[in-house]
T-cell receptor, first 116, second 114 residues
């Protein structure tokens, strides 16, 4: 069965600093990988998605993530944090089960705080 | 295009009651999924409906049920409410299968069980 682990339930960075949110997954077959963001009092919004086309995936708001099969990781980065990036970030992995049916599992989430 | 809407936004119920939550997906989306979000358990998948058929189901007791109508609108029902059912319930819609397609989430319904 697949699983996803987000290292660090809370990450704090200064405005302008690098943002690095870690996600590791376990899967015996090629997965789909997602990063979603949730702003306070809102639903989730897709940041980016990996579907095996390219290992470096660029998303919205300057975020990107690199799929590393050997490390089973899909870490999310942004070169320079902005105050508006403060939110909770969720990594999700989807793996094929029986036939064409996929199962999606979300990580526990990482709360990003940006300090002025 | 209008986004995913959920009604009501807030609900307060007492133990033993039942509740029905409603979700209207983005126009043209045929898949609707429901999630329960709590601080302790995070985001947990309840079920997915596609063209009025339940396609996937999470590990929740039978008290949690749902349905989808021909216009893709979906409802979720929880019977015999327990204190532990207090949570944010999120609905998401997608064009295709939820597990591989981009999901668009509504703002959620905050359920408090007293």
């Amino acid at each position: 069965a697949q699983s996803v682990t987000q290292l660090g339930s809370h990450v704090s960075v200064s405005e302008g600093a690098l943002v690095l949110l870690r996600c590791n997954y376990s899967s015996s077959v090629p997965p789909y990988l997602f990063w979603y963001v949730q702003y306070p009092n809102q639903g989730l919004q897709l940041l980016l998605k990996y579907t095996s086309a390219a290992t470096l995936v660029k998303g919205i708001n300057g975020f990107e993530a690199e799929f590393k099969k050997s490390e089973t990781s899909f870490h999310l980065t942004k070169p320079s944090a902005h105050m508006s990036d403060a939110a909770e970030y969720f990594c999700a992995v989807s793996v094929a089960g029986g036939g064409s049916n996929y199962k999606l599992t979300f990580g526990k989430g990482t709360l990003l705080t940006v300090n002025p | 295009k209008a986004g995913v809407t959920q009604t009501p936004r807030y609900l307060i119920k007492t133990r033993g009651q039942q509740v029905t939550l409603s979700c209207s997906p983005i126009s043209g989306h045929r898949s609707v999924s429901w999630y329960q979000q709590t601080p302790g358990q995070g985001l947990q998948f309840l079920f997915e409906y596609f063209s009025e058929t339940q396609r996937n189901k999470g590990n929740f007791p039978g008290r949690f049920s749902g349905r989808q109508f021909s216009n893709s609108r979906s409802e979720m029902n929880v019977s015999t409410l327990e204190l532990g059912d207090s949570a944010l319930y999120l609905c998401a819609s997608s064009l295709g299968q939820a597990a591989t397609d981009t999901q668009y989430f509504g703002p959620g319904t905050r359920l408090t069980v007293l």
